[in-house]
């Protein structure tokens, strides 16, 4: 009789034991899936979260517990995918100050899926007004200056006039030589005689 009762409490205590193992195995991964989700990694989140779920499926763990670790689970994949929704909004952003159109495409896609993932996962609408009205700057920023010579404003190929108005003195008085030598040169050509060639 005693025996049969202290075999019961060893596989009492080692059920118990394993179901807090179970416990700090959970959260050890919720701290993970942190970590990604403050990264806005939200592919990793969500190949840690279906980890999870699997685990938190087990009969033996508290109802309570699973419930409790299944909303911080959510919670956590929806801030990972708010950051990344962000975190996106915000590249497509400098990528049309800096009028790279390809990568504002490709960042304004990304947002958007990002953003179907925070919505799926109860994202407040807030959010998502906000996240659209910065999508819609970006589509409407970059693109505009046009890079090189267009028909409006063509390459201007025309030589540059000196401005005279601010010469130097050295300029100054190059040109003043220049004119000194250019008389002189028609000075001489004026002064050699003129011969008839026959003809």
Do not use: W
Not at 91 to 116: F, H, M, P, Q, V
């Amino acid at each position: 009789m005693f025996g049969k009762s202290d075999k019961n409490n060893e596989k009492a205590e080692a059920e118990a034991r394993r179901v807090e193992a179970m416990k700090a195995s959970i959260e050890g991964a919720l701290t993970h899936l942190k970590s990604h989700a403050e990264a806005g990694n939200t592919d990793r989140c969500e190949a840690a979260a279906k980890r999870l779920v699997e685990s938190l499926k087990n009969p033996k763990l508290p109802t309570d517990y699973s419930k409790q670790a299944r909303g911080v689970l959510d919670s956590l994949l929806l801030h990972g995918f708010m950051k990344a929704t962000a975190l996106a909004a915000k590249g497509a952003l400098d990528a049309a100050k800096t009028d790279d159109i390809e990568l504002r495409s490709k960042k304004i896609k990304e947002a958007r899926e990002k953003l179907s993932g925070a919505m799926k996962y109860k994202a407040p609408a807030e959010f998502k007004g906000q996240c659209e009205r910065l999508l819609e700057v970006a589509m409407l920023s970059g693109g505009v200056k046009q890079k090189g010579p267009t028909k409006a404003k063509p390459l201007d190929t025309a030589p540059k006039v000196e401005n005279r108005a601010k010469m130097t003195n050295e300029a100054l008085a190059a040109q003043e030589q220049a004119k000194v030598e250019q008389a002189k040169a028609a000075a001489t050509a004026a002064a050699a005689p003129k011969t008839r060639v026959p003809g």
